[in-house]
């Protein structure tokens, strides 16, 4: 199990009209929520490597291949992404309503080799990051800095290296980039043996004066594909909790759902060429006068562009 803590991210505002907000459920579909109204109620050391690798897709474990045959090789590389949803209240005292949401950006991230074998150091920039409300209505998001995590080249299993922990939320954020980073850094796996790999990860965030834990367990299966591309298919399952203050009042936030994606690798080096994915997330809010739920589907869609 990994720990990927952040407080990232616009605020829940779970009562207040027009607020955006965005969860990172895991897998590449994001989760954002347009709430309505009610009357009452709101890292990095880097060192040098020599890492020794196996092919993706063979059967021989013992012959050790170099970092250029894995995802990870030394490089800069830039991602168009584009993040589609649709929110539905419903139960409750939600008025029945649906919005929908558009994120877009660009992402780049820079691979450099670790001081300890078989590590990859990424650095995440993003750039040109805007929410696009249902109403046609541009949100422009300020620049972030940039996020820096380290990566096992054979488990794929990556660690963020400049991030603080995060225990409470009693303090209010500020506007970031609704990307987080782990978007264009799936876990892959590497080593010869397994054609299926599974991947926990949790991770905690501030929302609204709520503190957020999601917990995912991604499923991965490299699947026979009609090109030279390698193709993988993730299924993840996650599961929300959460509580704090706003407005003076406690706020209970619970909540599932199952995200699915088909990520596309090819190259030499391997590189992640582009992933497309669905999900579907419920959510509830509860305070001691209010109760509302939400049904979130979105579709995403990144693309390499041209080296």
């Known amino acids: 199990m990994r720990t990927h803590e952040n407080s990232h991210g616009r605020e829940i505002v779970f009562w207040c009209k027009q607020r955006l907000t965005r969860l990172r459920v895991g897998g590449m579909a994001g989760f954002f929520i347009v709430a309505g109204c009610t009357s009452t109620t709101r890292q990095p050391?880097?060192?040098?490597?020599?890492?020794t690798l196996q092919k993706p897709i063979t059967t021989d474990s013992s012959t050790g291949r170099d970092v250029y045959t894995t995802p990870y090789a030394p490089g800069q590389l830039q991602?168009?992404?584009?993040?589609?949803?649709?929110?539905?209240?419903?139960?409750?005292?939600?008025?029945?309503?649906?919005?929908?949401?558009?994120?877009?950006?660009?992402?780049?991230?820079?691979?450099?080799?670790?001081?300890?074998?078989?590590?990859a150091i990424v650095r995440v920039?993003?750039?040109?990051?805007?929410?696009?409300?249902?109403?046609?209505?541009?949100?422009?998001?300020?620049?972030?800095?940039s996020l820096t995590f380290t990566i096992d080249t054979q488990t794929g299993e990556v660690e963020p290296t400049n991030q603080a922990?995060?225990?409470?939320?009693s303090k209010e954020d500020l506007e970031s980039s609704p990307i987080d980073g782990r978007e264009v850094l799936p876990t892959i796996h590497t080593l010869a043996t397994p054609n299926t790999w599974t991947d926990t990860l949790s991770?905690?965030?501030?929302r609204g004066g709520a503190l957020l834990r999601i917990t995912r367990i991604a499923s991965y299966t490299r699947v026979e594909s009609p090109d030279s591309t390698l193709h993988i298919a993730r299924i993840a399952q996650f599961q929300i909790t959460g509580n704090g203050q706003q407005w003076n009042q406690r706020i209970e936030v619970s909540g599932d759902g199952t995200s699915t994606d088909t990520l596309r690798l090819g190259g030499f080096p391997l590189r992640l060429l582009d992933v497309a994915g669905s999900s579907q997330t419920r959510?509830?809010?509860?305070?001691?006068?209010?109760?509302?739920?939400?049904?979130q589907t979105s579709r995403t869609h990144i693309v390499?562009?041209?080296r």
């Open 125 to 145: 920039e993003f750039d040109s990051v805007s929410v696009i409300r249902g109403s046609g209505t541009s949100v422009p998001i300020r620049a972030s800095r």
């Open 79 to 119: 991602y168009d992404l584009q993040i589609f949803s649709v929110a539905r209240a419903f139960d409750g005292d939600s008025v029945h309503r649906s919005d929908s949401t558009r994120v877009i950006g660009l992402i780049t991230t820079t691979f450099a080799t670790g001081s300890r074998r078989n590590t």
């Open 203 to 206: 991770t905690s965030t501030c």
């Open 165 to 169: 922990r995060l225990d409470s939320c």
């Open 45 to 51: 050391t880097v060192d040098k490597p020599e890492p």
């Open 304 to 306: 390499m562009r041209s």
């Open 283 to 295: 959510l509830v809010f509860k305070t001691e006068l209010r109760l509302q739920q939400f049904i």
